[in-house]
């Protein structure tokens, strides 16, 4: 079988291989766990809003109700999950020899429809909102690493 470089390694191509760790994992490249996580946040979402008991289903995702401090001080709790939608009607990038970006707006079967997920929580002292690509990376991370 063919050996190919992929992402520093020499391997198989879509191949689990054993590490100096002793443990099996593949090397997905990051335009796929960047849609990977489309998916799995979307579905979240999806499955949030249908909810009927919104809280147990943070709980059997395995959302804290509470998180630590970063600057030492009592837990946060949570109290919103807050959605918010946007809709991409163009792009703007650096024109090339300008101080003007270079515009286009998209026409209407182009646009795109992205919503997103905050877990905010509070303090007497803090207010935080967790992103949730930011949880669904840490916490896919955290499950993979249990394995």
């Given at each position: 079988?063919?050996?190919?470089?992929?992402?520093?390694?020499?391997?198989?191509?879509?191949?689990?291989?054993?590490?100096?760790?002793?443990?099996?994992?593949?090397?997905?490249?990051?335009?796929?766990r960047?849609e990977?996580?489309?998916?799995?946040?979307?579905?979240?979402?999806?499955?949030?809003?249908d909810?009927?008991?919104?809280?147990?289903?943070?709980?059997i995702?395995?959302?804290?109700?509470?998180?630590?401090?970063?600057?030492?001080?009592?837990?946060?709790?949570?109290?919103?999950?807050?959605?918010?939608?946007?809709?991409?009607?163009?792009?703007?990038?650096p024109?090339?020899?300008?101080?003007?970006?270079?515009y286009?707006?998209?026409?209407?079967?182009?646009?795109?429809?992205?919503?997103?997920?905050?877990?905010?929580?509070?303090?007497?002292?803090?207010?935080?909102?967790?992103?949730?690509?930011?949880?669904?990376?840490?916490?896919?991370?955290?499950?993979?690493?249990?394995?």
């Amino acid at each position: 079988m063919p050996h190919d470089i992929v992402n520093g390694h020499v391997g198989h191509i879509g191949h689990n291989h054993p590490h100096d760790s002793d443990h099996l994992h593949s090397h997905m490249p990051d335009a796929d766990r960047a849609e990977e996580l489309k998916v799995l946040t979307t579905q979240f979402i999806e499955g949030f809003v249908d909810a009927k008991d919104k809280m147990s289903y943070l709980r059997i995702a395995g959302v804290p109700l509470e998180i630590a401090d970063s600057e030492g001080g009592p837990n946060l709790k949570l109290v919103d999950v807050t959605l918010t939608t946007e809709w991409q009607v163009g792009t703007a990038s650096p024109s090339f020899g300008s101080q003007e970006l270079s515009y286009l707006p998209y026409p209407g079967p182009m646009i795109t429809e992205r919503t997103n997920m905050g877990l905010v929580y509070v303090s007497l002292r803090v207010k935080h909102v967790e992103d949730l690509r930011n949880f669904m990376k840490n916490h896919k991370a955290a499950g993979a690493d249990a394995s």
